[in-house]
Nanobody, 128 residues
């Protein structure tokens, strides 16, 4: 079992930055690929960014490429999402997710149905 707790959300003006953190319980954090997803009101949950168990591979939704950066610190059991140049359309509840990987391949998991564990979410609101 893995428990995930997000933090770092809040209200920011357009063009500003936020850094989200997701702290994971357990001693096998490095065995998990991690992802960030978001869900805006009235919309489906969507993939934002993902990172492999080692941090060697990352992937991003086209809408955030060049502005958002995902990273992880396996010694601290934490994954981060640095969000720069925020836009009002980035307003959403942001969730981190984890899925245990069974090989050493540096796979990034994109599909939300592939993740096993989810945090409670953190609200990000970008004002215009």
């Amino acid at each position: 079992q893995v428990q995930l707790v997000e933090s770092g959300g809040g209200l920011v003006q357009a063009g500003g930055s936020l850094r989200l953190s997701c702290a994971a319980s357990g001693r096998t954090f490095s065995s998990y690929a991690m992802g960030w997803f978001r869900q805006a009101p009235g919309k489906e949950r969507e993939f934002v960014a993902g990172i492999s168990w080692s941090g060697a591979s990352t992937d991003y939704a086209d809408s955030v490429k060049g502005r958002f950066t995902i990273s992880r610190d396996n010694a601290k059991n934490t994954v981060y999402l640095q969000m720069n140049s925020l836009k009002p359309e980035n307003t959403a509840v942001y969730y981190c997710a984890a899925v245990r990987v069974r090989s050493l391949v540096h796979t990034v998991v994109v599909g939300d149905d592939e993740y096993d564990y989810w945090g409670q979410g953190t609200q990000v609101t970008v004002s215009s």
